[in-house]
């Protein structure tokens, strides 16, 4: 399977960006999928993560009520809404489906 992110771009604090995540050369029906991101000089953390059948999403306590994580398996498509973005939610952002494949990543830049 290929994942490959997009929609990440420069906002301002307090705007809102839609990542997409596009699953190809397997349907994610059956598997969990998730948002990781990485800031210059930091490690790798887990930002949302949704089920198989979308009735269940988990997210980092500092994202909790700004972002919304979301799938079409029909459409092969993850999603992440970012509202009210802050300078700290600057990262490169990846979609991650179990068994340990990741796409290449989006840049998620905000300014004060």
């Known amino acids: 399977v290929q994942l490959v992110e997009s929609g990440g771009g420069l906002v301002q604090r307090g705007g809102s960006l839609t990542l997409s995540c596009a699953a190809s050369?397997?349907?994610?029906?059956?598997?969990?999928i998730g948002w990781f991101r990485q800031a210059p000089g930091k490690e790798r953390e887990g930002v949302s993560c949704i089920t198989v059948g979308s009735n269940r999403s988990s997210y980092k306590d500092s994202v909790k009520g700004r972002f919304t994580i979301s799938r079409d398996n029909d459409e092969r498509m993850v999603y992440l809404q970012l509202d009210r973005l802050k300078p700290e939610d600057t990262a490169v952002y990846y979609c991650v489906r179990s068994g340990g494949f990741w796409g290449r990543g989006t840049q998620v830049t905000v300014s004060s």
């Open positions: 050369g397997d349907r994610i029906d059956d598997y969990a």
